[in-house]
């Protein structure tokens, strides 16, 4: 382990227990890398309960069950079905609008704050634009080489609430909770982006050390490396550390849901008839 991984590790278990304000926490829990070291450095702190939303076959779930027998952290996995989806649907778009992808994004957080048991909530958000997690951040490496990568890294943080968070901490306060952000403390921010983006989006040729390997330009890049590297040494499972980047929407299943529903309401005929191409955006701007 380097001492810059170390140095990782105690910069986000100060974030993390900095927004820890009572014995019992839940964390927004998606089976992904991010979420789970938050909710790994959060259980030596708290007592916690990891929440996950997901259709019965969704992604999500399926990798939150991996972590069950190797925690002490309790899991709380919430059902996603087009019969409730439907109902919470109206309420959803208040907050998010009648963008598809915002609408999806923000499913599992409305059913989180909806059912979850503490009064705080601690998220993974922020360590895809901090550590290189999004596929743009490799295309802007093939294009503009780590400057580029730093450059899109600094402009996705400045933008991170108006973007994605405010819409989360509405929706968390509409159920009377708090959701806290520890990837986005400014101490962590700020120490987040000393770090050479070299180590964020690792080039590598070893194949063998982990399977979530882009290749970009016939060169092999694994995302989030540094970050991969520090949950390994606090006992995330293999599996989670190897998971590549799937959207909330699609990993908890929101977003084919929302498209069944209105492929059965008919909306992608209504919106051929009157010329129209986003029949999603329609069948929610009607709900």
Not at 32 to 54: F, P, Q
Not at 65 to 77: G, H, M, Q, R, Y
Not at 88 to 114: E, F, T
Not at 233 to 247: D, L, Q
Request: aromatic content about 8%.
């Amino acid at each position: 382990m380097t001492p810059v991984n170390n140095q990782l590790l105690i910069a986000l278990e100060k974030a993390v227990k900095a927004n820890i304000t009572q014995d019992e926490v839940g964390v927004v829990l998606s089976g992904g890398l991010d979420s789970t070291l938050i909710a790994y450095l959060a259980a030596k702190h708290a007592h916690v309960t990891g929440y996950c939303v997901g259709s019965v076959d969704s992604e999500d779930i399926r990798y939150v069950k991996k972590i069950a027998n190797e925690t002490s952290i309790k899991l709380k996995l919430i059902n996603l079905t087009k019969n409730n989806l439907e109902d919470k649907l109206p309420d959803i778009v208040k907050y998010a609008g009648i963008n598809p992808v915002k609408v999806g994004a923000s499913v599992p957080i409305y059913y989180i704050a909806s059912e979850a048991k503490q009064n705080t909530l601690l998220s993974g958000q922020g360590a895809d634009e901090l550590y290189g997690g999004y596929h743009k951040y490799l295309l802007a490496l093939a294009k503009e080489g780590y400057n580029g990568v730093q450059k899109n890294i600094q402009y996705d943080i400045k933008h991170m609430f108006e973007e994605n968070l405010n819409r989360e901490i509405k929706i968390c306060a509409a159920h009377d909770k708090q959701i806290k952000y520890p990837y986005m403390e400014p101490g962590f921010i700020k120490y987040s982006l000393t770090l050479n983006p070299e180590n964020k989006i690792k080039k590598t040729t070893d194949a063998k050390e982990y399977d979530c390997i882009d290749v970009i330009g016939g060169h092999k890049y694994i995302r989030k490396y540094i970050l991969r590297q520090a949950a390994s040494k606090v006992g995330v499972p293999s599996t989670i550390i190897n998971r590549k980047k799937k959207a909330a929407q699609y990993g908890a299943g929101a977003h084919k849901l929302i498209k069944r529903l209105a492929l059965e309401n008919n909306y992608k005929t209504k919106a051929r008839k009157q010329g129209k191409k986003h029949y999603l955006s329609m069948y929610l701007a009607e709900l």
